[in-house]
């Protein structure tokens, strides 16, 4: 692999004036801080041809536009895909800019250095359609279980799939944000923006079961339980929240899904009702109503209704 020959640094960066660091602690989320902090260490060992590499100390204030276009290609070299490249490029741009906000780089050199275009490209949304069999059988799994965590996570099931919240926004939820009475729930999404989102009744009636065992003190609405049933008032981690839906699932027999499973799910079951895509929008938190319109599965219904128009001659044999 040709990695770029970027000039070494004469001194190593104080922590408060390194990009990398001053970057990841600009981003308010733990979720975009974990994801951000993974794809600049990709690039560094990119940089460095050092498999064990951070990006943590980097020389990111040296690199020239003859130094991230020659990145952005090995990126797709590895076999990357233009998403995943186009991620990265972000974090690339990023950590660029706080370089310059530091003073260690002129306005000239990162806004070439920063001229890289994203790949543009079409996918069909990754992931599946959680079947309402699926969620049922799931939640009777719940129900089953008599334990703290069988309260915790029926609600959170039935939280997430009438819902459509990221992981992360169910895990950022504290009890001051659920409101009983509007059968609502104030959700900080990305960019630390707020909206509300409203629960089944059904949801509601669960919520209230897990809040009997979690009781009313302030805090996270969903929390850590150990093994032996006792409640840790702190929030849990969006992995975590992945995990619960992971291990649910396997336990009723239903195929893997994740949480965002549930989100696709959730827009796609407001579009066929014939929600309109703004309010669907506000809903999940999107900032472009594109984002949304990815999701309608009406276009690939009515594709597929014409190919049953169709009909192959002759009978297999």
């Known amino acids: 692999m040709n990695t770029p020959a970027v000039p070494e640094r004469n001194t190593p960066a104080r922590p408060e004036r390194d990009p990398y660091r001053v970057y990841l602690d600009a981003l308010q989320s733990p979720e975009s801080k974990r994801t951000m902090k993974g794809c600049l260490d990709r690039i560094a060992r990119l940089i460095t041809g050092d498999p064990e590499a951070t990006g943590a100390g980097q020389p990111w204030e040296l690199l020239r536009y003859e130094h991230t276009i020659r990145l952005r290609t090995l990126m797709r070299e590895q076999g990357w895909s233009p998403s995943h490249v186009n991620k990265h490029l972000v974090a690339l741009r990023r950590v660029l800019k706080e370089a310059w906000r530091l003073g260690l780089m002129s306005g000239e050199d990162y806004q070439r250095a920063a001229d890289l275009p994203a790949y543009k490209h079409t996918r069909v ?171 309608d599965r009406r276009p690939e219904r009515r594709r597929r209704e014409a190919v049953d128009r169709l009909r192959v001659p002759g009978a297999a044999r």
């Open 125 to 295: 949304p990754a992931g599946r359609h959680v079947e309402a069999e699926a969620l049922a059988a799931a939640l009777e799994v719940c129900d089953g279980d008599h334990s703290p965590a069988g309260r915790r996570d029926g609600a959170m099931l039935a939280a997430l799939y009438s819902t459509g919240c990221r992981r992360a926004e169910i895990a950022g939820l504290a009890l001051a944000d659920f409101d009983p009475h509007a059968r609502s729930l104030r959700v900080r999404g990305k960019g630390d923006k707020e909206r509300l989102v409203y629960l089944t009744a059904e949801a509601v009636e669960r919520l209230d079961l897990w809040l009997a065992v979690r009781g009313r003190a302030t805090g996270p609405l969903f929390c850590p339980i150990n093994k032996g049933g006792r409640l840790r008032l702190a929030h849990m981690t969006g992995q975590a929240i992945a995990d619960i839906v992971s291990r649910r699932l396997a336990a009723a027999g239903a195929s893997p899904r994740t949480p965002h499973d549930f989100r696709r799910t959730f827009i796609g079951e407001l579009l066929d009702a014939g929600v309109d895509l703004a309010t669907a929008q506000a809903l999940v938190g999107h900032a472009s109503p594109a984002t949304t319109a990815r999701y």
